[in-house]
């Protein structure tokens, strides 16, 4: 049985380029533009309340935040620390969620009566849900600095690290840069790729990026600079490589193809790499990588996943995802689920065990998907599911946001299964006593 088509959560004034999820708040926030082309287009990032209304997830505007001629196109969430790509520059935004003085007032922008418009429209319940009032967010601009040099500059990819202290940038020159935060003092600067960088990894716990040494508050208080290691980083490039870097020196290339005979080095090229938890596996890491074709041809060959051991970087299992183009890639909280997005607007779910697809609909979008992402599983993500085990938000070129809903998978308690089991055994002996009545 096919999936229903995905319900549009909610449609922008512009192309959407990236969605973020905060990890705390039922909170999603969109962003993309028009760049700086003067078609009247606007650029901004755009501030979303998510709430379950009569059954359904519904979400509603709540800030509109100008981006000038700038359109997003990356970006990373840290806590209440937005880190937006821009052009050749990232710009660090620090947003914060405030209760205006009365009910359905507004902010300075008018966001509050905007905001309260789109929730009757979208849910049709009361603006705020059951509280009946409408938040303001206000949008503070830190620090900008520059991470792409190339002639066509653009930056590509951004990630903090897990506990905040390291944000890594890549872009079109091909250097991966690494930035202190929140001092944004550059640390680290190299060439991972001879081309343009397509996405940066990071783990999802303390093992990569920044370790502050147990000494480090106390150098701070004296007015030293504490010691950090920078430690494994996984880079994927338009030049067919996939490297893992300890600080600037390549520890290994990865080799996705080496077990599968018939494919040559450069007819794919990496396009996603992620770091994942590994479900009930307490501290385990995975890495998952998406290998699209390099050319274009008549007959598409497939698209392929591939899963790694998260310490060795040994491919552990390879599977074909479809035809279509991956454009990108991203992995739940528990690493349970992976989602893809393609250059097509098809959107699909995929179990990270085994790699199999549990849900897909062709042409979601209709174009490009340019960025997936799970709803976190935290308790406020957990009351936004509404009874379903994951939820993926899709955004695209479109200008549309759409939410797929993977229903829970049914599944057999242990003691129901023994009980069939056995009576299976019972059954059979019964059978073979009235065919053979000598059985026993």
Known sequence: MAPRRPAELYRAPFPLYTVRLHPRRPLAITAGGGGAAKTGIRNGVHFLQLEQIGGRLSASL??????????TMTMALA???????????????????????????????????????RRRGAGGGTPGGAAGRAREVRVESLQRVRTDFSPDALQKAVRFSADGALLATGGAD???????????????????????????????DNKVGVRWLPSSLALLERGLRPLCCVQQVVTAGRDFQCCVWQQDQLVTGLRWHENLPGIPDKAYRYQACRFGAVEGSAGALRLYTVQVPHKRERRPPPCYLTKWDGKSFLPLLTRPCGSEVVSCLSISDSGTFLGLGTVTGSVAIHIAFSLQRLYYVKEAHGIVVTDVAFVPESRPGRELLGGHEAALLSVAVDSRCKVHLLPTRRSLPVWLLLLLCVGLIVATILLLQLAFPGFL
């Open 62 to 71: 709540l800030h509109c935040h100008d981006t000038e001629t700038r359109a």
């Open 79 to 117: 806590g209440d620390v937005i880190a937006a790509g821009q052009d050749n520059s990232c710009y660090i935004l620090r947003f914060s969620l405030q209760e205006p003085e009365g009910a359905g007032t507004a902010g300075k922008d008018g966001s509050g009566d905007r905001g309260a418009r």
């Open 174 to 204: 091909g250097f991966l840069r690494l930035w202190e935060f929140p001092s944004m003092k550059k640390t680290l600067e190299f060439r991972a790729h001879d081309g343009e960088i397509e996405d940066i990894a990071l783990g999802p």
